[in-house]
T-cell receptor, first 118, second 110 residues
């Protein structure tokens, strides 16, 4: 059974960089797409971006200038970096296998709350 | 790109059917047959219920069905059950390798 686990700091200061890692177990990271999706408290889901195991990445246009997703197949991990954060970036961040539609996402991490506050 | 439009809430009695519309544009919902639906219970990760407009993943009851007409996709829950009470989100491919979610609909079982 494929399992995903997010890790990273729960608190980030405004204007700094949020870095999260997703560790994949129970299956190979190669040959799949890997997504990051977030959910501000009390609000809806927001697609951030995804990466293929070969390294090609695509992002939401509204975040593209601040976001990067990378993959390390040797560690079965992929990562999210979000620069110049503001309180509006406070959210539960989910890592997931697959694209949000076009076959959809079956496997999700449990989510990690990242709070932006001084 | 703007979030897809969904009603904030719908409700129904056990055994009834409810339909949740998801309205976009010709650049997303109307332009591709790549709409998915997710169910989310409080404090839990979303669960895929429908993908590619009409397809159900293994294990999803056939009470859940999807359809699309023009720029509007719909999720129908037939024979509503108490455990169906949750938030539901649509998601569509929006071209150029991007995706957009709906604002979400809370389904209440009366």
């Amino acid at each position: 059974q494929v399992q995903l686990q997010e890790s990273g700091p729960g608190l980030v200061k405004p204007s700094e960089t949020l870095s999260l890692t997703c560790t994949v177990s129970g299956g190979s990271i190669s040959g799949y797409y890997w997504s990051w999706i977030r959910q501000p408290p009390g609000k809806g889901l927001e697609w951030i971006g995804y990466i293929y195991s070969s390294g090609s990445a695509y992002y939401d246009p509204s975040l593209e200038s601040r976001v990067a997703i990378s993959v390390d197949t040797s560690k079965s991990q992929f990562s999210l970096t979000l620069r110049s954060v503001t309180p509006a970036d406070t959210a539960v961040y989910y890592c997931a296998r697959g694209k949000p539609s076009l076959t959809g996402v079956v496997y999700w991490g449990q989510g990690i709350l990242a709070t932006v506050s001084s | 790109q703007s979030a897809l439009t969904q009603p904030r809430s719908v409700s129904g009695s056990p055994g009834q059917s409810v339909t949740i519309p998801c309205t976009g544009t010709s650049s997303d919902v109307g332009g591709y047959n790549y709409v998915s639906w997710y169910q989310q219970h409080p404090g839990k990760a979303p669960k895929l219920m429908i993908y590619d407009v009409t397809k159900r993943p293994s294990g999803v009851p056939d009470r859940f069905s999807g359809s699309k007409s023009g720029n509007t996709a719909s999720l129908t829950i037939s024979g509503l059950q108490a455990e169906d009470e949750a938030d539901y989100y649509c998601c569509s491919y929006a071209g150029k390798y991007t995706y957009v979610f709906g604002i979400g609909t809370k389904v209440t079982v009366l």
